[in-house]
């Protein structure tokens, strides 16, 4: 009988942890319903030109989920939210290319608002489903440092009382994990509403960048 939508990716995950294998086996994923309402799944990359070995990536980036660009193009982080992370990469001195970037949920979430797919936030169980992608993805690509972009990431992997405002940009240690650096969400600082708002969510997000930078050619 087929699966239609389980509680889990585990089934989905195969054995073999190379990438390019994860990438196309989430295709296959029916561990919660967004499969049902996105356009496809979107798994994590480097941009083209990096190896994608093991040991070769120094920084996994995380974020929530992906949008509406990233759920029609299939890429993690090519919409608005990426074109802001991109810019705060380059200030920050990261070379993009040599990091992994990828999201908790691989499935966009949304509901209709008229011609719009609104974005809407991934629930626990959708976040708790998805775990087995994100587990095989620092498998395959053992990053040194975990760089969490907004509370859905951080907190999928520090619990739910980490709080992004108060631990930004410190080193966070949890058990089987490779070090985390907890940081704003790029979308969040698109969000702001001032200008003043909008500069200084920027000037920290860059900071905790550097910081990320910092730590991984110490
Ligand atoms: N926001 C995310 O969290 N991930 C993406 O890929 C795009 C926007």
């Known amino acids: 009988m087929p699966v ?6 585990a089934p989905f995950v195969p054995a073999d942890r190379s990438l390019p294998v994860l990438r196309e ?19 994590g990359e480097v941009e083209s030109g990096n190896t994608e070995e093991p040991g070769q990536i120094s920084i996994m980036m995380i974020g929530e989920q992906p949008g509406d660009s990233e759920d029609k193009a299939g890429r993690p982080f090519v919409g608005p939210a990426g074109k802001l992370l991109d810019q705060a990469l380059v200030e920050a001195g990261i070379d993009r290319a040599k990091v992994y970037v990828t999201n908790t949920v691989k499935h966009f979430k949304w509901e209709p608002r008229g011609k719009i797919r609104l974005h809407k936030k991934p629930g626990a169980k959708e976040i708790r489903a998805c775990r087995p992608w994100l587990e095989a993805e620092l498998e395959a ?23 992004v405002t108060q631990s930004h940009g410190e080193v966070q240690r949890s058990l089987m994990l490779p070090p985390i650096i907890a940081t704003l969400h790029p979308s969040a600082i698109l969000r702001a509403l001032t200008e003043e708002d909008r500069e200084s969510q920027m000037a920290m997000f860059i900071e905790d960048l550097k910081g990320a930078a910092k730590f991984v050619t110490a």
């Open 4 to 9: 239609i939508a389980g509680e889990s990716a």
């Open 25 to 43: 086996a989430v295709q296959q994923c029916r561990g919660c319903e967004l499969y049902l309402t996105a356009t496809q799944a979107v798994f």
């Open 141 to 163: 690509v053992q990053p040194r440092l975990i760089v969490c972009l907004g509370a859905t990431a951080a907190q999928g992997l520090l619990g739910a009382n980490f709080k």
